[in-house]
């Protein structure tokens, strides 16, 4: 009998997006960080787009610090709408070689506006290219198959000496 077994086995694992951040509740006007961790599972890919959603009554966006999974984090392909509650931003390989990626994809620093919980989204539409998606380097489909799970954000009143202290690291920003 002859058997033919592969020489090698291929593990296949589902590429994602997902959130990280805070799990108490924040006080007002203090700035927080959120995570966007990527995996592309395994496959080589040319770059990753994401599309955050958030309720601009609640969040404002201060800033994109972006990861390190890409050689490329374009400065055009990165925005903040606070009036419309959404934040784009994209890495790619540029005119590198194709990629595997783990690891942190980039930071968003948020500030709470108001008391109450809202979420915080990575939107993801099947077959859609104008949201959050992770491009392979051949095949054209998205990698992205499942929603990443949203966050949520409570926010607080500030205490009079949490209220000081952001008032003090303000003023140290500006000089």
Known sequence: M???????????????????GPRQALPISQPFKITINLSTGGRTTLGTDTVLSYDPRFLSALKIVPGK???NYPANLIDI????????????????PPKT????????FFLAKKEGQTQINLEVKPKETTDSNIVPDFGGIDLLTEKPKEITITAREASL????????KQIYLWL
């Open 161 to 168: 000496g949490e209220k000081i202290l952001n008032f003090i």
């Open 69 to 71: 999974t890409y050689p």
């Open 81 to 96: 709408d606070n009036v419309h509650g959404k934040l784009r931003f994209s890495g790619t390989v540029g005119f590198s």
């Open 2 to 20: 002859v058997s033919f077994l592969p020489h090698f086995l291929i593990l296949a694992t589902t590429a994602s997006l997902s959130l990280a």
């Open 101 to 108: 990626a783990e690891g942190v994809f980039g930071e968003v």
